[in-house]
Structure formats: structure tokens, C-alpha cells
T-cell receptor, first 116, second 113 residues
């Protein structure tokens, strides 16, 4: 069975600083995908970044990067140069495939607060 | 633009009522999902559907059923609403592609009184 663990219920970061949100996962599958989503107070889920298990390079999307350490089964999200608009819930998720055929399993989330 | 639309943003229903939550996607996705979100528990899968009239139970299907008569529409049904079903409900759809992310609706906050 797949499991996603986010051990930081809440995090604070100073504006313009970088922050790392932790995510570990457990799976016996060889092929899987890892996702990060942002959920602002308005409630919508915004896709941020994706990493496939066979991708050798860490994924990056603008200020977001995914620090993928396969042997440790970790997929931490790094946000550089934090902005006030980054304050939100962040969810790590995993799918036991890289094709879109299956469910996404979510962690419990980390609430990030950016301090001016 | 990709769109997943849930019929209601907020709903208040009485205990014992039959409740329908509707979700429509315009992306021709095969896979659609219903999640429930509660504080400290993240998103938990209730049901998902990988084709018309096909469904599979997720982690917490008790007290819920689903219907998918058309590809674009996936309905969640609370047969007899109870107060412990007060929650945020999120619908999502997913396609098969290079980056197969799920697209979410805006969520329905359901309160059962």
C-alpha cells in the first residue's frame, strides 16, 4: 500500500527566504509519480510540480523545485524567495503509475505561513 | 482552459436527507475521483471511476455511493446524510499524459445539521 507522510503540520518562513517542506513516501512500485499541490484559503487545489520515479533530474517550475531522493524515498518541496502569496496549505501526493490511470494518495499537508 | 466544476460551493443539509454532489469536467478525462478533506487528515479517497458506469471504492466509501452515466459527469451521493459527513468534498479528474496531474474542482463545503 502507498503512504505519504508530511511531518510538519505548520511552518513559518520570512518573506524572500527559501523554505523546504518535507515529504516521505512508501511504495513497493518501481514506477510512480510524485506531486505537490497548493491549497490557498479559497480552497482550490493548485498543481505545482511533478516528479516521475524514473526522472534522474530534480523537477523545477519557477520558484518551486522538488528535491527527489529515491533511496531515501523523499520528495521535499523547496520554495525559493518566499512571497506573501505563498501562505497556504501544501500537499504532497503520490500515484502508483506515471500514466494517470490511478488514484493519487495524499499526505496530511503542511500549512506554510510567510511572515513579512 | 481546463475545467472541473462542482455544482455547489456550500451546502447545508439535514440529517437523514439524501444529498447529491455533482461534478462535471470538460477535458474528456477517463478518470474521475471524489475526495473528502478534513483538518489533519489530508485528502481521503471516497470513490473513483475509470470509465462510464465503472467505479471503484476508495479508502472511505461507507455511507456514500457514486454514479457515472456520462463521461464528463461524476456524482457523489450521500444516501442518508449524517453529521459525521460534514466536510469539504473535492472532485478531481485525471488524464493520461506526460505529466498526469489531477485537476480539481473548487470544492463543496457540506454541513449536515
Amino acid at each position: 500500500a502507498q503512504k505519504i507522510t508530511q511531518t510538519q503540520p505548520g511552518m513559518f518562513v520570512q518573506e524572500k527566504e527559501a523554505v523546504t517542506l518535507d515529504c516521505t513516501y512508501d511504495t513497493s512500485d518501481q514506477s510512480y509519480g510524485l506531486f505537490w499541490y497548493k491549497q490557498p484559503s479559497s480552497g482550490e487545489m493548485i498543481f505545482l510540480i511533478y516528479q516521475g520515479s524514473y526522472d534522474e533530474q530534480n523537477a523545477t517550475e519557477g520558484r518551486y523545485s522538488l528535491n527527489f531522493q529515491k533511496a531515501r524515498k523523499s520528495a521535499n518541496l523547496v520554495i525559493s524567495a518566499s512571497q506573501l502569496g505563498d501562505s497556504a496549505m501544501y500537499f504532497c501526493a503520490m500515484s502508483p503509475d506515471q500514466t494517470g490511470a490511478n488514484n493519487l494518495f495524499f499526505g496530511t499537508g503542511t500549512r506554510l505561513t510567510v511572515i513579512p | 482552459d481546463v475545467k472541473v466544476t462542482q455544482s455547489s460551493r456550500y451546502l447545508v443539509k439535514r440529517t437523514g436527507e439524501k444529498v447529491f454532489l455533482e461534478c462535471v469536467q470538460d477535458m474528456d478525462h477517463e478518470n474521475m475521483f471524489w475526495y473528502r478533506q478534513d483538518p489533519g487528515l489530508g485528502l481521503r479517497l471516497i470513490y473513483f471511476s475509470y470509465d462510464v458506469k465503472m467505479k471503484e471504492k476508495g479508502d472511505i466509501p461507507e455511507g456514500y455511493s457514486v454514479s457515472r452515466e456520462k463521461k464528463e459527469r461524476f456524482s457523489l451521493i450521500l444516501e442518508s446524510a449524517s453529521t459525521n459527513q460534514t466536510s469539504m468534498y473535492l472532485c478531481a479528474s485525471r488524464y493520461r499524459g506526460r505529466i498526469p496531474e489531477a485537476f480539481f474542482g473548487q470544492g463543496t463545503r457540506l454541513t449536515v445539521v
